[in-house]
């Protein structure tokens, strides 16, 4: 007598398996390698219908929610999306019972499965990744707590106070710029014969406000006083941190820090000021 494993593995095979189920109704040749060790007793007596009309509802809602969330992912591969979903859930099964958490794994699916996909659009894996953070960073369960945020006018603020950084903040370093290659699919643009590589420091993260998602372009030294304020340092080590990372004049150094500061305040970046360790 086959165990629940057997027939949840066979069942399961067959409901996300296309090949298995034309097999399983013309049993033509050997099995595909889904079924080589399904218990013959299953096959024999599972509901072809029952499981042809399951399976197309599952494919609808895995197609529908694909969809809903790599919208630019859909408009860049066409007629090609639908079959690239069909092999993603064969690579990679659904194993949670948030319906969403079966979509996250599309960029490691790229990078790992592409071929001639990747091949023709090497910014996909990133691409894909830039889509679901919207979702990681909507689902994200993190309160953002904010504290009050003064401008800095005289140095003892700048010694005893740090920024603090937005909890549900993302860096990302891509190696395609991905915000004007969304932007360009959003207006139906064509994206031309080549993408070429072009760095891009992208902030991600939850607005303490709309709580919406945002993206914000970085340049690099903005995001080096990222990740130096996640160390916890003073407004005024972030400045000697920012002189130390330039060439130019150091006075213009400390008046571009200032400037930046403001500005990340009013992104929701920073989140406001607190006591310095």
């Not at 529908?64 to 690579?91: A, F, H, N």
């Not at 369960?141 to 140095?155: G, N, S």
């Not at 213009?252 to 930046?260: H, K, P, T």
């Amino acid at each position: 007598m086959p165990s629940l494993r057997e027939i949840e593995q066979t069942v399961a095979a067959l409901w996300l398996n296309k090949e298995a189920r034309t097999w399983l109704v013309k049993r033509k040749g050997e099995p595909p390698e889904c079924l080589k060790n399904a218990p013959p007793g299953i096959l024999e007596t599972v509901d072809k219908k029952g499981v042809s009309l399951y399976a197309d509802l599952m494919n609808y809602g895995h197609q529908d929610v694909m969809s809903s969330i790599y919208p630019y992912c859909q408009k860049l591969l066409g007629k090609r999306w639908e079959s690239t979903v069909d092999d993603y859930l064969l690579q990679f099964p659904p194993d949670h019972y948030n319906f969403n958490r079966l979509c996250h794994r599309l960029s490691e699916y790229f990078t790992t499965y592409g071929g001639t996909l990747t091949d023709k659009f090497p910014f996909l894996p990133e691409l894909a990744d830039y889509e679901w953070i919207e979702l990681e960073k909507m689902e994200q369960d993190v309160a953002i707590k904010t504290a009050p945020h003064k401008e800095l006018d005289d140095l003892g603020q700048l010694a005893s106070l740090r920024p603090l950084v937005n909890p549900t903040l993302t860096v990302r370093d891509y190696r395609f710029n991905i915000l004007e290659i969304a932007a360009r699919l959003e207006e139906g643009k064509r994206l031309g014969k080549a993408v070429q590589p072009e760095r891009t420091f992208v902030a991600i993260y939850r607005h303490p406000g709309s709580h919406h998602c945002r993206y914000v372009e970085l340049g690099e030294s903005a995001t080096a006083i990222i990740d130096a304020a996640r160390g916890g340092l003073s407004y005024q080590q972030l400045i000697a941190h920012a002189v130390a990372a330039i060439s130019g004049d150091p006075q213009q150094a400390v008046v571009d820090f200032l400037e930046l500061v403001e500005q990340f305040q009013e992104l929701g970046i920073f989140v406001g000021s607190q006591e310095a360790a």
